[in-house]
């Protein structure tokens, strides 16, 4: 069997006005992510943890910020895409760990739906889906909410 590990790390700044969506699911908030998709942290950083476990390159690389192809989409548009090119290359994906870190809003209330998006994008089990949410204790760009920054690990074999 051939196991493989990819980490992937995404951050995006906050700004007034804007959707929030993450892991798939749109969140109340008087702020959201400044990206030329819908600046889904949590999604972009599980794609680079894809991309990375088979040395694939960047979510950049396959769906660059400079494409109008890629302007507002739907990132779990590209989570499949990227699961779909992880399976051509024989690979299955095992399990996704995804830290989500930013102080407000309060994330525990959506991270079941979180899960269930982001499984059924996959088409993976729930279970083999984590998604954690941290506050930075208001230290960092997170902390005094400029932003949002997601870290994710995956497992994956053929």
Same mark, same amino acid.
């Given at each position: @069997?051939?196991?493989?590990? $990819?980490?992937?790390?995404?951050?995006?700044? %906050?700004?007034?006005? /804007?959707? /929030?969506? %993450?892991?798939?699911?749109?969140?109340?908030?008087?702020?959201?992510?400044?990206?030329?998709?819908?600046?889904?942290?949590?999604?972009? #950083?599980?794609?680079?943890?894809?991309? $990375?476990?088979?040395?694939?390159?960047?979510?950049?690389?396959?769906? +660059?910020?400079?494409?109008?192809?890629?302007? $507002?989409?739907? *990132?779990?548009? /590209?989570?499949?895409?990227?699961?779909?090119?992880? &399976? *051509?290359?024989?690979?299955?994906?095992?399990?996704?760990?995804?830290?989500? #870190?930013?102080?407000? +809003?309060?994330?525990? +209330?959506?991270?079941?739906?979180?899960?269930? &998006?982001? &499984?059924?994008? @996959?088409?993976?089990?729930?279970?083999?889906?984590?998604?954690?949410?941290?506050?930075?204790?208001?230290?960092?760009?997170?902390?005094?909410?400029? $932003?949002?920054?997601?870290?994710?690990?995956?497992?994956?074999?053929?």
């Amino acid at each position: @069997m051939d196991i493989r590990v $990819g980490h992937g790390y995404d951050v995006h700044a %906050l700004a007034d006005g /804007l959707k /929030l969506v %993450l892991g798939g699911v749109e969140i109340e908030h008087t702020k959201g992510c400044v990206a030329h998709s819908d600046g889904d942290v949590a999604i972009h #950083a599980i794609c680079d943890a894809l991309l $990375g476990a088979l040395a694939l390159g960047d979510i950049g690389k396959l769906f +660059p910020d400079t494409s109008e192809e890629f302007r $507002g989409i739907d *990132s779990r548009i /590209l989570l499949r895409r990227v699961v779909d090119l992880v &399976a *051509s290359r024989g690979y299955t994906v095992s399990n996704v760990d995804c830290t989500i #870190a930013m102080q407000r +809003p309060k994330l525990r +209330p959506h991270i079941d739906a979180m899960r269930k &998006a982001l &499984a059924s994008t @996959m088409g993976i089990e729930c279970g083999r889906v984590s998604v954690k949410a941290t506050t930075t204790e208001r230290m960092g760009f997170e902390g005094r909410e400029e $932003g949002v920054s997601a870290h994710a690990v995956v497992l994956v074999y053929r």
